[in-house]
């Protein structure tokens, strides 16, 4: 990296440091874990008779639940259901702690399990743990402490078990229910388990999420239901050797399918990688805050899936402390449907919905508390990562953007070296999706394609991208890695950053959802892009019209430069109201500003030199800018033209303010005419003894 580079770098961070006001979120804190060793391998499925089974005791209840089987599924069940009784466990977790050997399998039997000797809160030492607490309020355990104490935030823990198998023997998944009744952070817990294989059954109601696995190297959730939870359906961290099939989730406050801190084994790579650390295939992810999000979601293969009816359908980020394998990369996702993701739940945050205790606020009925800020009506939100690649989805029916790109500044995370502070948002390829129409050919268009703050260099777009901010997109070639029309910025455009600080400010606790921000329902003079503009045109029309006054209003070209100027002004309010779909009205506002910035440049620099060309200059800018914004990104610069013009807007403003404030002479900056020369001849002045006489 130049010496240029690095210190408008470190301007960047600095600037972006003096603006965030909020502390970063923390979306799941967790113990300090390191990945696998990458040793293990992806777990098969066992058939055969299990070692272990878990029933309930009444036999009525368990002939009603089977009745409706398949004759021979029917039998098995009523088979074991009597071996069960003999020498079978009534709770899962009782079956777990007698696993006493690695490879073993767990059969559940269809039933209800709300494992009662698991409900009680702690008591005795597990009550006087010694622990940091989370943001959220629960303590951040030790895997030594989990183990003393298992049952303090898991309805069903399992510690260390190597190669276990557990799986419901119904005829699908909703016959065997494991239901923590939200007295519990966690399902099903499996810690340090590897090679764990799980299938056939449904998770639900807990206060953090159903399904965890954490610092596994091997894991399998086959054909597995979660739902119903403040936070995530299936969480999975740290872990390698993923697979994640047919499965399904719902009603979650964060995502259904999370993946957070993937193994990072391609850092370093391009777009070929010998494996991905997690597969995720078949599953469908619906009416959650996010179908599918990825903390640090490094390596993770998505393909053949189904995200519709959340308010976003996927997102990975770079966004959160505590999570190794940040900055996120490398994630792949193919021929997935993502479509109609447009819910509304901040309504339940604004009406206290999501104050009550969670047993209280209708999860089961369809509410959603959405845990943190994110723009509803996206398909795919990338939010700071780096090298994934989006190709063959279909993403139709979003009320705002098929693809949603942004950065992340490292000290969010909690880097604060200078030279990581842009070190995201690069490498991104968008290719040969198809937009705005669903599998069957029928006409289903985004609000956008794609919204993309501008930073970062690498990125690239499909051709056929229809309506897009920027106007104008880097265009992938047919080879990974080739980019046309690249550029390589230091820093997004500055409007948009602006944006995104407001819009991050949520708090879900606290019920705070930032006013001006378009996400939570601002419109019109509500948003915050409104009120910039506003702003911005105010400050122009009264001091460009004072001076115009003062100085300029006997100058045609000034006069004219500055009526254009005034539409301009006008456009660009109404512009930042319309969105994704005003995609030239700025660029219009653009030039007729530049125009206008231009004809006093020319007028002045007769009288005033220096700052007739100061002028010149910022007209220049502006019609760059316009031309950046609407034909094409210029590469090779660090910053957009944006940012300097901004900066040399501020310095004409106050130049402009000394200008006008000076004598108040009309005549004293238009040119001379011959009336203006012709003098008229002294009158002869009486003497004071001429009065007097």
């Not at 997935?336 to 009406?351: F, G, R, S, T």
């Not at 090779?636 to 501020?650: C, E, K, T």
């Not at 403003?653 to 009309?666: E, H």
Request: charged share 20%; net charge negative; aromatic share 8%.
């Amino acid at each position: 990296m130049s010496w240029t580079r690095r210190f408008l770098t470190a301007l960047v961070a600095l600037a972006a440091t003096l603006l965030v006001a909020a502390p970063a979120a923390l979306a799941h804190e967790e113990r300090p874990v390191t990945f696998p060793d990458g040793s293990g391998s992806v777990p098969q499925y066992r058939e055969g008779e299990p070692d272990l089974l878990v029933c309930k005791a009444d036999r009525a209840d368990f002939e009603r639940r089977t009745a409706g089987f398949p004759d021979a599924l029917r039998k098995r069940n009523l088979k074991l259901f009597d071996r069960c009784q003999d020498k079978g466990y009534r709770h899962l977790q009782q079956a777990v702690d007698a696993v006493d050997k690695p490879g073993m399998n767990i059969a559940i039997l269809p039933g209800l399990y709300e494992e009662e000797p698991s409900q009680p809160k702690p008591t005795g030492e597990c009550a006087r743990l010694k622990a940091p607490k989370s943001a959220l309020g629960y303590q951040i355990l030790s895997y030594a402490q989990q183990k003393k104490c298992p049952r303090n935030q898991n309805l069903v823990a399992i510690l260390g078990k190597k190669n276990l198998q557990i799986e419901g023997t119904g005829a699908t998944r909703t016959d065997v229910i494991i239901d923590a009744k939200y007295q519990k952070l966690n399902g099903i817990r499996a810690d340090e388990s590897d090679g764990i294989y799980f299938r056939n059954f449904t998770a639900q109601r807990t206060t953090f999420n159903s399904l965890y696995v954490l610092a596994g190297d091997g894991f399998v959730i086959d054909d597995v239901l979660t739902r119903w939870n403040d936070e995530y359906g299936f969480l999975t961290f740290a872990s390698d050797h993923g697979l994640y099939k047919n499965c399904e989730s719902y009603g979650n406050g964060d995502s259904g399918i999370y993946p957070g801190s993937a193994s990072d084994i391609n850092n370093g790579r391009g777009y070929d990688v010998p494996r991905h650390s997690i597969e995720i295939t078949g599953c469908r992810s619906h009416h959650n805050m996010v179908g599918y999000s990825g903390t640090a979601g490094d390596s993770v293969w998505v393909h053949d899936n189904e995200f519709d009816h959340n308010m976003g359908g996927a997102s990975m980020d770079s966004a959160f402390p505590g999570h190794p394998g940040l900055p996120q990369n490398h994630a792949k996702f193919e021929r997935n449907l993502i479509h109609d993701n447009n819910a509304d739940y901040y309504k339940y945050v604004a009406d206290g919905t999501c104050a009550k205790p969670p047993v209280e606020r209708g999860y089961e009925r369809g509410v959603v508390c959405p845990q943190i800020s994110m723009p509803p009506g996206t398909g795919i939100i990338t939010a700071g990562g780096n090298w994934n690649l989006y190709e063959h989805n279909w993403v139709y029916g979003q009320d705002r953007a098929a693809f949603f790109l942004s950065a992340v500044p490292a000290f969010i995370r909690g880097e604060e070296a200078w030279s990581k502070q842009a070190d995201t948002s690069h490498h991104n390829r968008y290719a040969a999706n198809v937009l705005g129409e669903d599998k069957k050919g029928r006409s289903r268009p985004n609000g956008a394609d794609v919204w993309w703050d501008g930073q970062g260099g690498g990125n690239c777009w499909q051709g056929d991208a229809g309506a897009s901010s920027p106007r104008t997109l880097p265009e992938c070639g047919a080879k990974r890695g080739d980019v046309s029309g690249g550029s390589d910025r230091l820093a997004g455009e500055p409007v948009k950053l602006a944006q995104l600080l407001v819009c991050a400010d949520y708090n879900v606790q606290e019920r705070r959802l930032p006013a001006g921000c378009d996400w939570y329902g601002a419109r019109g003079i509500e948003r915050i892009e409104t009120q910039i503009a506003l702003a911005i045109a105010a400050v122009l029309a009264l001091v460009g019209g004072v001076l115009w006054w003062r100085r300029l209003r006997h100058d045609r070209l000034a006069t004219v430069a500055s009526a254009l100027g005034l539409v301009g002004l006008v456009l660009d309010v109404a512009g930042s109201t319309m969105g994704l779909a005003s995609s030239y009205v700025p660029a219009l506002a653009l030039l007729l500003l530049a125009a206008w910035w231009i004809g006093l440049g020319l007028a002045l620099r007769g009288a005033r030199p220096v700052f007739g060309w100061t002028t010149l200059a910022l007209g220049g800018l502006t019609l760059l800018d316009a031309f950046d914004k609407a034909v094409l990104l210029i590469p090779w610069i660090p910053l957009g033209p944006a940012w300097i013009r901004g900066l040399l807007g501020v310095v004409w403003v106050l130049w402009a303010v000394i200008a006008a404030a000076g004598r108040s002479d009309t005549t004293a900056d238009r040119p001379q005419t011959d009336a203006d020369t012709d003098t008229e001849p002294e009158p002869p002045h009486a003497s004071a003894e001429g009065v007097m006489a």
